[in-house]
């Protein structure tokens, strides 16, 4: 999931306190480091990178996508996040059952530690649970990992019931699973760069 790094449209509450100008830069670095690690692990078959992109029309996002090596792109459209990754799924539905693909993870462009080995890591708890999720230190999440029996018979209970952009997130995420016999594994934390007291967090 990532966002367009125009000036002024982008890391507002951390504009504030850096400037416009270095929080677009700040945004396409940390979106270039993302993309970065996402195409290791697809160089090694691990995953199918598709990007979901909000910011720009159909156009501009096909040439953003070439310009970051990336075949696979969609609109991310209206609505809270939870419609925008529900979205996701059903318009790449065809995709991921034409590839065999089983499960999903969606992760987001504000995380300058991300590596790897999160990812592998990621995937590899799939293989035992039914939900993967990264908390982040603003009490939501940095990654969500769907497996194969979310995807067909539990698509709204990752979504339903939860107050986006709070730091309930994460919490009523698992609120939801609580009454479910669903596993679910939550990984390490880490710092989503939204203001200039993260960025201190990290020194």
């Known amino acids: 999931m990532a966002k367009w790094h125009g000036f002024g449209r982008c890391k507002t509450r951390l504009a504030k306190d850096i400037g416009k100008s270095n929080s677009r830069k700040l945004q396409n670095v940390m979106t270039k480091h993302t993309i970065s690690v996402a195409k290791y692990l697809q160089k ?4 199918y990178i598709s990007i979901a992109i909000s910011g720009l029309g159909g156009k501009n996002c096909k040439r953003w996508s ?6 696979k792109f969609n609109l ?4 809270c996040l939870g419609e925008k990754m529900k979205r996701q799924i059903i318009i790449n539905k065809k995709f ?3 590839n065999k693909i089983k499960n999903i993870i969606f992760i987001g ?3 300058p530690d991300l590596c790897h080995l999160d ?7 799939l293989e035992h649970n039914d939900l993967t999720l990264g908390p982040s230190n603003d009490g939501g999440y940095w990654l969500i990992g769907l497996s194969a029996k979310i995807l067909s018979k539990h698509l709204n209970l990752p979504f339903i019931n939860i107050k986006w952009s709070t730091e309930n997130v994460l919490q009523n995420t698992i609120e939801n699973f609580a009454s479910t016999k669903l596993k679910y594994k939550i990984l ?4 989503d760069i ?3 007291i993260d960025i201190e967090k990290r020194n």
């Open 44 to 47: 090694i078959k691990q995953i």
């Open 66 to 71: 070439k310009e970051l090596g990336i075949k």
């Open 76 to 79: 991310q459209g209206k609505g």
């Open 96 to 98: 991921y059952t034409q």
């Open 109 to 111: 462009t504000d995380l």
């Open 119 to 125: 990812l592998l890591n990621a995937i590899k708890e």
């Open 188 to 191: 390490s934390v880490k710092t």
């Open 194 to 196: 939204d203001t200039i």
